[in-house]
C-alpha cells in the first residue's frame, strides 16, 4: 500500500486505535478517519507520512498528545482534529507547517499558552480553538498571519486586550467569547468590512460602543452579552442593513433605544436586557 495517495475511512463505526502501519503508507496525502469511534492516542508513525496535505480525525475519542513529530508534515494543508480528547500544549512545531490554511482543534482539552510559532504558519485561514483550557494572553505574531480570515478563541481563559488581526479588509469571523479579554471595543473595527459574525461576550470589556460600528456592512451576527460596556447605543447601529441578530445584554448601556435601530428590517434577535436604556 505504499502508492495510495487518499485513504477515506470516515463516517462509519471504527474502533480501536489508528494502526500504527499507517505510517508505512509514505505516499499517503489525505487521511479522512471523522466521525468513528476511534481512541488512543495519534500515531507516532504518522510522522513518516511526509506527503500528508490534509488529515481529518474529528469527531472521535482520541486522547494523548498532538505529538511533536508531526513536524515533519511540511506540506499539510489541513489539521482538524475538533472533538476528541486530546490533552496537553499546541506543540511549537506547529509553526512548520508553512503550507497550513485550516487548523480546527476544537472541543478537546488542550492547555498552556498559545505559541508564537503560530505565527509562523503564513498561510493560515482558520483558526479554531474554541472550548479548550488554554491561557494566558494571545501572541501578537497571530496579527501578523495576513491571510486569515476566521478566528475562533472562545470557551477559553485568554486575558489582555482583544487580539488584533492583520487582514482586516477580508476578515469574516472573530469569536473570542467566554474569554478574560479587558480593554475597549477597538476602533481598528470599521476597517472590517467583509466581517459577518464578531462575538465577544462573556469577557470584561469596558468603554463605549463605537460609532465606527456603523461601518462593519456585512455584518449578521454582533454579540456583545456579559461585559462592562457604557454610554449610549450608537444610531450607526441602524446602518447594519444585513444585520440579523444583536445581543447587547447585561451591560451598562444607558440613554435612549435608538429608533433607526427598530426601523431595522433584517433583524431576527435582539436582547438589550440588563442594561438602563429608556425610551
Known sequence: LTAVTFVEMHDNFFTGMLPTELGQMTALTVLMVHNNILTGKLPT????????????????????TIPSERASWIDLQVFAVDDNRLTGPIPLE???WKALTFLSILNNRLTGTVPTELGLCSSLQTLNLH???LYG???TEL????????LNLANNGFVGTLPQVHNVSGFQGYEVS???????IPTWLSEMTSLYHFSVSNNSLTGILPTEVGLMTDLQILFMRNNSLTGILPTELGQ?????????????????????????????SLDVSLNALTG
Open 178 to 184: 467566554s474569554n478574560g479579554f479587558t480593554g475597549i
Open 131 to 133: 472550548n479548550n483550557s
Open 45 to 64: 508513525e504518522l510522522s513518516q507520512i511526509i506527503a500528508m496535505q490534509q488529515f481529518f480525525a474529528h469527531n472521535n475519542s482520541l486522547t494523548g
Open 94 to 96: 506547529i509553526g512548520t
Open 143 to 150: 496579527g501578523h498571519l495576513s491571510a486569515l480570515t476566521w
Open 240 to 268: 447594519l442593513t444585513a444585520l440579523q441578530y444583536l445581543d447587547l445584554s447585561d451591560n451598562g448601556f444607558t440613554g435612549a433605544f435608538p429608533q433607526e435601530l427598530v426601523q431595522s428590517s433584517g433583524l431576527i
Open 137 to 139: 494572553t494571545v501572541p
